[in-house]
T-cell receptor, first 113, second 115 residues
Framework: GEKVEQHESTLSVREGDSAVINCTYT??????FPWYKQEAGKGLHFVID?????DRKQSQRLIVLLDKKAKRFSLHITATQPEDSAIYFC????????????FGSGTRLLVSP | DMKVTQMPRYLIKRMGENVLLECGQD?????MYWYRQDPGLGLQLIYI???????SEGDIPKGYRVSRKKREHFSLILDSAKTNQTSVYFC??????????????FGSGTRLTVL
């Protein structure tokens, strides 16, 4: 089955800098790649996604890149702010008789003033 | 207001006791999920439900069972809980049908401790 590897377990940046979180996946059939944010003591909430028919998507300060050949996707957060500090999870979704969403292990992002 | 509600938020049980975790959603989503979150492991999928009485095993179903008798409600049951089932459990729902992948909406989680 699909496996998603999230490469950075922790990431520290200064406010205003950019942060990049990288993920790789194994199943070439995966077609949907969402990102979720988890703040302390809370559930996950959706931040941005990308589907396999495009290789770039931007929503305000968030940019997602997808490289299907390398089976790699990444989240870029530009002009970081302290409120961006959280755990970020990448995920991949593939069809196995129904769509199943498999998550990476999470990246703890700390944005310091 | 789109919401996934989990009850209880915290639960302490003794090894061997039965555990019932409940999840509700008010979005009429067809698909619901149970995940567990452990440090360094991210979220692991326990079960998926595609609709009432249409449940499929996820990646780690052993030791768990589920029940979905109404579309808005999905329960996770641990028969005779074990200490290695201590974890944070998240329920999620989505519009996903069998032919499309969509955003997941998560509850706030249940922190289960099995002593």
């Amino acid at each position: 089955g699909e496996k998603v590897e999230q490469h950075e377990s922790t990431l520290s940046v200064r406010e205003g800098d950019s942060a990049v979180i990288n993920c790789t996946y194994t199943d070439t059939a995966s077609s949907y790649f969402p990102w979720y944010k988890q703040e302390a003591g809370k559930g996950l909430h959706f931040v941005i996604d990308i589907r396999s028919n495009v290789d770039r998507k931007q929503s305000q300060r968030l940019i997602v890149l997808l490289d299907k050949k390398a089976k790699r996707f990444s989240l870029h957060i530009t002009a970081t702010q302290p409120e961006d500090s959280a755990i970020y999870f990448c995920a991949a979704s593939s069809w196995t008789g129904g769509y199943k969403v498999v998550f990476g292990s999470g990246t703890r992002l700390l944005v310091s003033p | 207001d789109m919401k996934v509600t989990q009850m209880p938020r915290y639960l302490i049980k003794r090894m061997g006791e039965n555990v019932l975790l409940e999840c509700g959603q008010d979005m009429s989503h067809e698909t619901m999920y149970w995940y567990r979150q452990d440090p360094g492991l991210g979220l692991q999928l326990i079960y998926i439900s595609y609709d009432v009485d249409s449940n499929s095993e996820g990646d780690i179903p052993k030791g768990y069972r589920v029940s979905r008798k109404k579309r808005e409600h999905f329960s996770l049951i641990l028969d005779s809980a074990k200490t290695n089932q201590t974890s944070v459990y998240f329920c999620a729902s989505s519009l996903s049908r069998r032919d499309s992948a969509e955003t997941l909406y998560f509850g706030s989680g249940t922190r289960l401790t099995v002593l």
